[in-house]
C-alpha cells in the first residue's frame, strides 16, 4: 500500500492542532456508536495515541523544519500531560496505552507506569495477560476450562509486549 506522504502530513498537522498544552488532545464532534472506540474513551487514552502517532510519522517532517517543530513541541505537550495524569489512571487499558506511549516517548515516567500495570496483570498456568476491568465472571471453572480472552484483553497485552520489547524484556 502506498501512502501519500503529503496527505500523512496534513492529517498530522491536524492532529497537531487540536493539541492543548495543558489540555491533552482535543475530540471535536461526537461518537455516536462509543462501543467502536473500544477502550479509547478518555482524553487521557486519546492524548496517549496521539502521541503514539506523532512518535510515528515525526520521521516524515525531516524535510519541513517548521512543521517538524510545531510536531515535536505538541509531541512535548502531549508527553508532559500524560506524565500529569499517572496517578490518575486507573484502568487497565489507560494504564497500557500509556505505558506504550511514555515508553516509546522515552520518558523515565514510562517506567512509573509499568510498575503500576504490571500490579494488575492476571499471570494464569504461566500465561500473563492485561485483564479487563469489566469481565465480572468470576464463578470457578473445571480443571479442564480455559478462559478465553477478550478481543480488549489481547489488544492490552500486545502494547504491553511492545513496551517490553522497547525495553530489551
Do not use: C
Not at 139 to 155: M, Q, V, Y
Amino acid at each position: 500500500i502506498t501512502i501519500d506522504v503529503a496527505q500523512l502530513r496534513e492529517s498530522v498537522m491536524w492532529l497537531v492542532s487540536q493539541m492543548d498544552n495543558t489540555t491533552g488532545a482535543n475530540e471535536p464532534g461526537e461518537v455516536i456508536h462509543t462501543d467502536m472506540q473500544g477502550g479509547a474513551t478518555s482524553k487521557v487514552t486519546l492524548t496517549a495515541y496521539v502521541l503514539i502517532t506523532f512518535l510515528e510519522t515525526l520521521p516524515e517532517f525531516a524535510d519541513h523544519k517548521s512543521q517538524q517543530t510545531s510536531l515535536e513541541q505538541a509531541r512535548n505537550a502531549a508527553i508532559r500531560y500524560l506524565e500529569g495524569k499517572i496517578d490518575e489512571l486507573d484502568t487497565s487499558y489507560a494504564l497500557t496505552i500509556v505505558t506504550y506511549a511514555l515508553t516509546k516517548a522515552g520518558s523515565p515516567s514510562g517506567q512509573k507506569v509499568l510498575a503500576k500495570l504490571e500490579e494488575k496483570l492476571n499471570n494464569e498456568d504461566g500465561m500473563v495477560n492485561v485483564p479487563d476491568d469489566k469481565k465480572t465472571d468470576t464463578a470457578p471453572k473445571p480443571s479442564w476450562f480455559r478462559r478465553k480472552s477478550s478481543t480488549k484483553e489481547i489488544e492490552m497485552t500486545a502494547y504491553l509486549l511492545l513496551t517490553y520489547s522497547i525495553n530489551n524484556e
